[in-house]
C-alpha cells in the first residue's frame, strides 16, 4: 500500500466517523427526556418567580402556563390589562400558583427602572424574554413595509433592547443566588439571512448571538442560558396557522422545548423543527436567493393566510 491511498483511506474514516458523530447527536433530539433530564423539582429549585415577557396570548402565555404547572409563581407582562387579568385569572384556577400581572409597552424606552420597582423583592429563577414583533407576516422587501421608521423602533426596542434590559435586570440576582434559567426566544429564521423578513430575522440573529455570549460567561455561575429558536407556531404572529405537523400549537411547542432545556445554548424545541432548522441550513442560498423561490415564498404565505382567514370566516359564521 502506497503513502496516498494511506491517506485517502485515512480521510474515508475520518469523514465517516464524522458523520457517525454527527448522527448519534442528532438522534439524541428523538429522546430528549432520556438525553437530556430534568428533575421534577428542577424549575422550582431554581427560584420561586419565573417573569415571562409578552404572556398575555401565544407562546409567552404558554410558557406562562407551563411554568405554572412545574410549581412556580409568574410575572406575566405586556399591554392589554383584560387579557393578561384574564390568563392570571386562569393560570391561577387552574394551578394554585400566584400570578402578578405587569401592564406595559416594550416599545417605550422608559419603562425599565418601573420594571426593576417592581420586580426588586422577588425570587426570580425563570426569565422568559419572549415578547417579539414581526413586521408583516405577508413576507416583503425592507423599504416595502408599511410605517419604516415606526417598524425599525419597534422591532429594535421589543426584539432586541427589551431582552438585554430585561437580562440586566434579572441576572444579577440569579448571579447572586448561583441558579437561574433565562430562555431567548429567537426565531427559526435567522439560521440563515432571511431576504423578505430581513430586519426581524437580523434582529433574532442579535438574540442568538447575545444568548451564546451571556451564557459562555455565566455558565459556571450555575445559570442556564438558552436561546429557543422555533419555526412555526399557531398563534396572532404567524396569522393562526392551521396546527399540522410543522405547525405547533404554543402549548405543543412550550411543552416540548421545555425538554431541551440541558441540549446546548440552542434549540428549535422540537423534533420537526429541529430537522426543518437543519434543512434550511442545508439549502444553498444561492437557490434560496433566487427571485422565483422568494416569489413563491411570498405567494405560498399569501395562500396560506387567505386560506386560514376564509376557514376562520367560516367558523364565525357556524357560531352566529
Ligand atoms: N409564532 C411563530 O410561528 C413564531 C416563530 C418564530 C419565533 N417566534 C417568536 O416567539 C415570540 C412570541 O411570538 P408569538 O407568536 O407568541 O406572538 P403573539 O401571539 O403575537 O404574542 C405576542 C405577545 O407579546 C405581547 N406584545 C406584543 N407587543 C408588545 C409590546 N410592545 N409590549 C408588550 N407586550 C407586547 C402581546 O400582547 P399585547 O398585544 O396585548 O401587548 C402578546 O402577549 C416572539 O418573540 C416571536 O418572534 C414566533
Not at 116 to 126: F, H, T
Amino acid at each position: 500500500m502506497d503513502l496516498l491511498e494511506l491517506f485517502f483511506i485515512a480521510l474515508g474514516s475520518a469523514v465517516v466517523a464524522y458523520y457517525a458523530v454527527k448522527l448519534l447527536l442528532f438522534s439524541r433530539m428523538f429522546f430528549p427526556q432520556l438525553c437530556f433530564p430534568l428533575s421534577k423539582t428542577f424549575f422550582t429549585s431554581v427560584g420561586e418567580w419565573a417573569v415571562v415577557t409578552g404572556a398575555s396570548e401565544g407562546i409567552g402565555r404558554a410558557y406562562a402556563f407551563a411554568l405554572a404547572e412545574r410549581g412556580m409563581n409568574v410575572v406575566i407582562m405586556s399591554r392589554t390589562k383584560e387579557t393578561l387579568d384574564q390568563v392570571a385569572k386562569e393560570i391561577g384556577e387552574t394551578t394554585g400558583q400566584i400570578v402578578k400581572v405587569m401592564v406595559t409597552d416594550f416599545i417605550n424606552p422608559n419603562i425599565f427602572s418601573e420594571l426593576k420597582d417592581q420586580l426588586k423583592d422577588l425570587n426570580i429563577g425563570v426569565l422568559v424574554n419572549n415578547v417579539g414583533v414581526l413586521p408583516s407576516f405577508i413576507p416583503c422587501k425592507f423599504l416595502e413595509s408599511e410605517e419604516l421608521d415606526k417598524t425599525i423602533t419597534d422591532v429594535i426596542n421589543c426584539n432586541v433592547k427589551t431582552m438585554a434590559k430585561m437580562c440586566k435586570m434579572i441576572l444579577p440576582g440569579m448571579e447572586n443566588r448561583g441558579k437561574g434559567v433565562i430562555l431567548n426566544i429567537s426565531s427559526g429564521i435567522a439560521s440563515i439571512p432571511f431576504p423578505l423578513y430581513t430586519l426581524y430575522a437580523a434582529s433574532k440573529v442579535f438574540v442568538e448571538r447575545f444568548s451564546q455570549g451571556l451564557q459562555a460567561e455565566y455558565s459556571d455561575k450555575g445559570i442556564t442560558i438558552q436561546t429557543v429558536a422555533p419555526f412555526g407556531v399557531s398563534t396572532r404572529m404567524a396569522g393562526y396557522q392551521q396546527i399540522n405537523i410543522v405547525t405547533l400549537s404554543p402549548e405543543d411547542f412550550v411543552k416540548n422545548s421545555l425538554q431541551y432545556l440541558r441540549a446546548g445554548d440552542k434549540t428549535n424545541g422540537s423534533v420537526c423543527h429541529i430537522f426543518l432548522g437543519w434543512l434550511l441550513q442545508s439549502i444553498p442560498l444561492r437557490v434560496l436567493y433566487t427571485e422565483c423561490v422568494l416569489h413563491s415564498l411570498q405567494d405560498y404565505v399569501k395562500k396560506k393566510t387567505a386560506q386560514t382567514a376564509s376557514r376562520a370566516a367560516l367558523e364565525n359564521g357556524r357560531n352566529t
